[in-house]
């Protein structure tokens, strides 16, 4: 069974700081991807970036990047010039990879990200 | 697309009571997930389903929850006899065969008392 752990319940930055959200996991596969989910006070799960496992490159998305760091199994998520929008429950997730098919997420307990203005 | 439909929004309900929850996937998505959400548990999978047949529901937590996918446009979790601890934001989510994203609706919060 794949586990996933994020040790930072809550953060809170400033507008226009970068700030990085940790996440590590666990899992004896080698093929699978990993996902930052956004949920906001709506409650709207949206999908922040993903990465490949098999890909080496760092996936980006604007401001958004993840350092991923396959060997010590962490995937940290890192935003840029952070805005106000940005509050929200940041969700790590795990997800198998399955010859072409979907399988579930294993998600993480969740970062409250606040951005002070 | 109207993205993943989910109904109702908010439901409350009595202990004792049945209760079934509705979700309509994205047109042409062959991959329906169920989830929950609480405080104590975070995000978990319930049960997902491929082309209208489960695939996996070792996460449904007891015999009182069931799922079912008549067609590719619409499937239900259905709990009966709901208790207080089922209170809860379920989540469906449908994605397609080789993508990887899966899409998410608004959720339902169920809340027993």
Known sequence: AQTVTQSQPEMSVQEAETVTLSCTYDTSESNYYLFWYKQPPSRQMILVIRQEAYKQQNATENRFSVNFQKAAKSFSLKISDSQLGDTAMYFCAFMLETGGGADGLTFGKGTHLIIQP | ?113
Request: charged share 20%.
């Open chain 2, 1 to 113: 697309d109207a993205g993943v439909i989910q109904s109702p929004r908010h439901e409350v309900t009595e202990m004792g009571q049945e209760v079934t929850l509705r979700c309509k996937p994205i047109s042409g998505h062959d991959y329906l997930f169920w989830y929950r959400q609480t405080m104590m548990r975070g995000l978990e999978l319930l049960i997902y389903f491929n082309n209208n047949v489960p695939i996996d529901d070792s996460g449904m937590p007891e015999d009182r929850f069931s799922a079912k996918m008549p067609n590719a446009s619409f499937s239900t979790l259905k709990i009966q006899p709901s208790e207080p601890r089922d209170s809860a934001v379920y989540f469906c989510a449908s994605s397609n065969q080789g993508a990887i994203e899966a899409f998410f609706g608004q959720g339902t919060r169920l809340t027993v008392v």
